[in-house]
């Protein structure tokens, strides 16, 4: 419910800015928009260790000035399909030759999952090189926020209660804490408002530590304090939200 109410506010904001009739293209203006965007990203540090590739979804909020600073906040859901040393996580669970029992008496089919996301702010700059306008070009910001990720256990058709609800959580390794990222990018805005988009790249460090009082597999708490690290590319689309000056006409 508190993230449902962080991403309406996000999506709401810039609604209350909205200005007066304003030409994109002949001067640098305050710009609201909201974007939504995809990204893949490449683990480093310690997350390396515990997972593969993962995506990244999600929306945002800006507000590029009149002096071509940005500043705004942004939603990321992260997920992947790879996660490494499956069987170390779940041994105390695995059969000798490697399987899950269900309740049933049968052998489970399962997959483990990476899920996360990271909520941010971020400020920077816009650079209008190259750009149809003075609202567009290459850009750059910084952000700090809060990351967390765990690990996702899905069973297949039977049931498998120690991999669900409160007994999961002795193996999905949930870990969280501060984290900060740059990115650096090119940002277009159309004069016609038809096409907005931007594309670059993104680099996030993470200070986490493990949210668990116990894992399962070991016994023990994980108090290890982890350096988790997303390095990858997104591209977004951008909503700009302001009122075009209209087309004049001359008659004669």
Do not use: C
Request: proline residues 4%; charged residues 20%; hydrophobic residues 40%.
């Amino acid at each position: 419910m508190y993230f449902r109410k962080v991403l309406f506010f996000m999506l709401m904001l810039p609604v209350g800015f909205v200005s007066g009739q304003v030409s994109i293209k002949d001067s640098s203006i305050l710009v609201p928009m909201v974007y939504g965007f995809y990204g893949y990203q490449s683990p480093a540090g310690d997350m390396a260790d515990r997972f593969g590739g993962n995506s990244a979804v999600g929306p945002g909020v800006q507000f590029k000035l009149k002096s071509g600073f940005m500043f705004g906040m942004e939603y990321n859901f992260l997920w992947g399909n790879r996660v490494k040393n499956a069987d170390q996580i779940l041994s105390n669970l695995l059969t000798a030759d490697g399987q899950v029992i269900s309740m049933e008496g049968t052998y489970a089919l399962f997959d483990l999952f990476e899920r996360g996301y990271t909520v941010t702010g971020h400020v920077g700059k816009l650079f209008p090189v190259l750009s149809p306008n003075p609202n567009s070009g290459f850009f750059v910001k910084v952000g700090a926020g809060y990351m967390q990720h765990w690990i996702r256990a899905q069973v297949k058709d039977v049931s498998v209660p120690w991999l669900d609800g409160d007994y999961e959580k002795g193996y999905d390794r949930l870990s969280a804490g501060f984290m900060v990222n740059e990115f650096v990018g090119y940002m277009y805005l159309s004069n016609t408002r038809l096409l907005n988009f931007y594309v670059g790249l993104e680099f996030i460090q993470a200070w986490t530590r493990s949210q668990r009082e116990v894992n399962f597999d070991s016994g023990m708490k994980d108090d290890a304090a982890r350096f988790d690290a997303l390095n990858g590319f997104k591209i977004g689309w951008i909503i700009p939200i302001y009122k075009r000056t209209p087309e004049e006409f001359y008659y004669y």
